[in-house]
């Protein structure tokens, strides 16, 4: 295969992984790769189809039967998990420029990003060699059993990503994957598939076995919902939606897949009247305007007693002005385009539905220049909790702030919400917070800071955000089956 000039080394041209060969589409079909800061196609990728998902599957299922990977030493897999994590950290300036032409993200966040699923797969090639069951015996004197749980891998994953992050979003669900011992097909978003096609090439470098880790780039309505519904597919974890979490669920029903789902947001961050705002501001504006909003956890509803609501919402607006939109490369960007013409008009449209619906646009609400999806950060006041603003996920760079007059109305109103995913408290009383943190329905509650976490902990969501966790040691489970193995013990 010919190397494309504007992917690289790492992504080849025109083409998928699978079974440890780059080929081109079963019907030759190509994706084309658009820069969102610019508009203009940089080149293009294999676009499958279900006969490639069946190619891949295939390979997948054979990998898992050969015993190709399960069958290596947990030793053997750890060191070899640990030697992807290495040629990551070596390729991260290709990465990092591959994921922000792509995305649009500036290179220095997309190194971050980077550097956090180096994290993750470091985290987990540990995990390899500690999946480990518990022995019981069992029964009276006279027929005593001796019985002990093997954890097993679920077999072939289908792991499906969304375009936001697509280096985590890949290292949340193939480090444990790889870790419990499955093989995979990974399917990136058709937003931004080339860090993908760069790790499955990496994966193949370092030693793990052709057939483990296949990538089959293509639309969610056809490579997607392939994968889903496939009968030889076990499991499927996914990112993304909750629409298409649950056009998921009912894919899966045919062979009762087990599923993950990590799905969207509605985060608040909640500001008490004896929060540190000075503090607080530049954060709350970072937990919110990260990556331009597009992060599933994105603190996109401020609420903030009604004492202090005006001082803390005109201090996020300057934060928010004071950010650095442009171009990737730039030098001293903060923030990148939205990803994709469909996210540009989609923001636009919110901003508006917001302004009929009688918001007041503090500061941002417009796009940036003509060329590129750029879009000002904006935070919306004089918002009611009804609005759309509020209750729907917008996945760009809007904020709504929302007001109260005591404690038990900020919980409930954080409640108020179909999402339970990330949220936060902000106060200098220990007590407030975790009184609060107990009140809250949702996966994650940060104390003081908004954007925090690690691979340690788990994450994911209550209610319609999601079924699962990944991360922590809930993520390896995930990917695991538990057996009980039973032997009569003679007298
Ligand atoms: P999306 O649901 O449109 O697409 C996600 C993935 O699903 C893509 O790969 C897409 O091709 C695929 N897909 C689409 N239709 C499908 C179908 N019918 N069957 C199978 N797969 C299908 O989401 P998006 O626009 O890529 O990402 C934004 C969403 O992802 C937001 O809702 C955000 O909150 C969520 N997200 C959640 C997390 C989390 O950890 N909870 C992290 C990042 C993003």
């Known amino acids: 295969m010919t190397e494309n000039s504007a992917f690289g080394p790492l992504v080849h041209d025109g083409s998928m992984l699978i079974d440890g060969e780059w080929v081109p589409s079963a019907d030759g079909r190509t994706l084309p790769v658009i820069d969102p800061g610019t508009e203009e196609q940089v080149g293009a990728v294999a676009l499958g189809s279900p006969a490639d998902v069946d190619r891949a599957v295939a390979a997948a299922r054979a990998a898992h039967v050969q015993e190709r990977w399960m069958g290596m030493s947990a030793q053997q897999r750890s060191a070899t998990m640990w030697r992807l994590s290495d040629l990551i950290a070596e390729n991260v300036d290709e990465l990092a420029r591959l994921e922000s032409l792509d995305v649009g993200m500036p290179e220095p966040t997309a190194q971050a990003m980077i550097a956090e699923a180096v994290n993750m797969y470091r985290y987990f090639a540990g995990w390899a060699d500690k999946v480990y069951g518990v022995s019981a015996e069992i029964g009276p004197a006279q027929m005593r059993f001796q019985g002990f749980t093997r ?25 444990p994957a790889l870790a419990a011992g499955c093989t995979t097909v990974l399917k990136p978003s058709e937003e931004a598939p080339l860090s993908t096609l760069a790790l499955g090439g990496l994966a193949l470098a370092a030693g793990i076995p052709a057939g483990v880790v296949n990538v089959v780039p293509g639309s969610g309505p056809v490579v997607g919902a392939a994968l889903t519904a496939h009968a030889d597919v076990d499991k499927v974890s996914f990112t993304g939606s909750t ?16 599923l993950s789902l990590e799905l969207g947001g509605k985060s608040p961050m909640i500001v008490l009247p004896d929060a540190d705002i000075e503090a607080a501001v530049p954060a709350l504006a970072v937990g919110m305007f990260w990556n331009s909003g597009q992060i599933c956890t994105a603190g996109t509803r401020l609420l903030v007693h009604e004492d202090i609501a005006a001082e803390v919402a005109d201090g996020v607006a300057a934060a928010s002005r004071a950010m650095k939109v442009g171009y990737r490369t730039d030098p001293g960007v903060e923030l ?84 339970g995913l990330a949220s936060s408290v902000w106060t200098r009383d220990i007590n407030n917070a975790l009184t609060v943190a107990r009140k809250l329905k949702a996966g994650r509650v940060n104390i003081n800071i908004h954007r925090a976490g690690g691979v340690q902990l788990p994450i994911g969501g209550y209610k319609q955000s999601g079924w699962g966790r990944e991360c922590g040691p809930e993520g390896i489970a995930e990917f695991l089956e538990t057996k009980s193995v039973v032997t009569r013990m003679w007298a």
């Open 336 to 419: 990148g385009p939205l990803v994709s013409r469909r996210q540009l008009e989609r923001v636009e449209g919110y901003v508006a539905a917001g302004r009929e619906q009688g918001a007041t646009v503090l500061t941002g609400g417009r796009r940036l220049g003509e060329k590129g999806y750029y879009y000002e950060p904006t935070v919306l006041t004089d918002v009611d909790p009804s609005m759309t603003v509020v209750r729907e996920e917008i996945f760009g760079p809007v904020l709504g702030v929302v007001s109260y007059a005591d404690v038990d109305e900020a919980v409930a109103l954080a409640n108020d919400s179909s999402y």
């Open 151 to 175: 954890k097993e891998p679920v077999g072939v994953a289908a792991l499906i990503t969304s375009w936001n992050a697509p280096m985590i979003g890949n290292a949340m669900k193939l480090a």
């Open 243 to 258: 629409a298409v979490g649950k056009q998921i669920v009912q894919a899966a029903a045919g062979n009762l897949k087990k």
